[in-house]
């Protein structure tokens, strides 16, 4: 019995089950049959079994060089490193949803196991609607894009993965991308199902308050992942470029933000419940709506897969979540207003509600140049913005957005008066004192003028906030011991002030080697110098290596008592395809960035050089992101805070 019978097999079993789960979930909730909810979960876990059957014997044709299926032969060969071999599992369509598939079992799995605190109907309707997208994936795995396809006759040896996926990068930055996706459909499962079940209490997020962390913690480690892989791959000194699948990444990544700040209004004051519902929803949908554009190819991008029959099945998907999420939130509005009188302006609630304004707002910013060549190829004329439009049109938000992170951890939950002031000074002196020193030292430039003072000013207040904690720690008493306690008490402010820390010293990163980057192109002979920003290399020479499965022209520059090696590497095997190895020599102050270009006859060669101020705080800052939603993510989850657990009315016998 051959793998790819067994691996179909496994895939259509999954699907059955899921189905089975899906419409069995729905039927017992609304008939608060306990027994019947307990069998739709559990084959919601027989599901993920089957699917997790499906990967193993996937990665097992994989790593058997197994080229009578068609997967293998078309992203892994016989020279690839076994290790990138392994990564191939994601590398195409097919494998990447089974990985997708996978990892929403097993979080799905997760997220009903203990989900029967929160009552039957809504733990019901959450199983069912995560066994309806559930469906949704193995469907398209059984019947239109199958991992264990069969060619009709075994080549001996396969095509081999992308040049550029061939690198250390591959190993982590998908599957991390893959699995924050997947983990947007818990919160959005369990959104929806109290909903459902009538209730807009804050029990629903308590239960996922961890799946939504790690949805979010998963995407900012996928982000800086995606950004520190094409600094070192692409060989064209940046990280970021706007470019359409790094667009439909970013905006589940700041939906989730927005919701992450505002769920802690409705657990302490009761207040925008409508919100929470609704930022999680656009999360889930921003998710679907950017796994079409990147599976249909219908957008031009370098990551984007070719145009396939998956497109259309995700834009019908995309289609149904759609209505069905505006549908469910309309039959539901009116049981999700606030009580009671408006928050002040000038409070905490305050400042998030204005933060949703302006992360929805960026948000569509976004979206609007990223779908504008679908839209406007309908008109006829298909255009494109550049960098520039992204540039323009988000920064002032940003700038905002930064303001409001050095100034909320300070603003009280009620109205704020002339204590929020004195508490100001801080970030109000850190970024001052950054801006004088920037003016000093006679930097012009006026977005570099706002986007470093204001990351010094979350730095202070960041900071700030802990010294305050330092404080009653000694006056607590208790030395480490009762230190360590206090923090594990509140976690999530501490684990949040973190993040705030991590993501100033990223702002502060990608501002400098923005506004700061300085290059030059150069052809130089063997002895030649060339000076950047201060930085002496000398060319010394090229060499060509042949290695298992390229290779490479590769060329020496000194830089002081190191050598730097950019480098050429040729594919043969994969029809002379070619690929830029990058060399980069880091420090805490700047990167010094170096690109081959080419080689000359008379033994010379061309270099683009690069002097990249402070990009290693970006890495750094990604870094300190994830510890804080580590520590946000430790421990016991706490009890709901909000006082009155809320209903949504709804008609006789609706709920």
Partial sequence: ????????GALLAGLVLAVFSALLSFWAGSSD????????RRAFYAAAAMILVASALLETALLTHDFSLAYVTEHSDLSTPIVLVAAAFYAGQEGSLLYWALILGILGSASLLASSALGLRLSAYAAGILATILSFFLFVLVLVASPFDLLQITPPDGLGLNPVLRDGGMLIHPPVVLAGFAAFAIPFAFASAALLAGRSDSAWIAHTRRFALVAWGLQSTGLVLGMWWAYHVLGWGGYWGWDPVENVALMPWLATTAYLHSSQVQERRGRLRAWNFGLVILAFLLVVFGTFIVRSGIVPSVHTFAVSAIGPWFLGFLGASLIFSIGLLAFRASGLRSHGEPAPAVSREGAF?????LLIGVIAVVLWGTILPLVSGLAGQQRVVGASYYDRATGPLFAVILALMAAGPLVPWRHAGAPLWRALRWPAAGSLVVLVALLG????????LLAVPLGVAVASTVVHEYVRAAGRWRSAGGGAARAMALVAGRRRRYGAYLAHLGLAVVVVGMAASHFWQQEKDVTLQPGQQVAVAGYTLTYVGTAHTELADHSELVAAMRLGGQT?????ATYAGLGGQSLTHVAISSSPIADVYVVLAGTNADGSASFRVFVNPLVSWIWAGGTIIILGVLLG?????????????????SPVGAS
């Fill in 353 to 357: 509600a204005l933060q949703n304004l």
């Fill in 441 to 448: 030292a006679g930097v012009r430039s006026l977005p570099a």
């Fill in 1 to 8: 019995m051959s793998l790819a019978f067994v691996g179909a």
């Fill in 564 to 568: 730097l090696e950019p480098a050429r």
């Fill in 33 to 40: 049959n306990a027994v019947m909810i307990q069998v739709g």
């Fill in 633 to 649: 993510n430790a421990g016991v989850r706490r009890a709901v805070i909000e006082p009155v657990a809320a209903r949504v009315p």
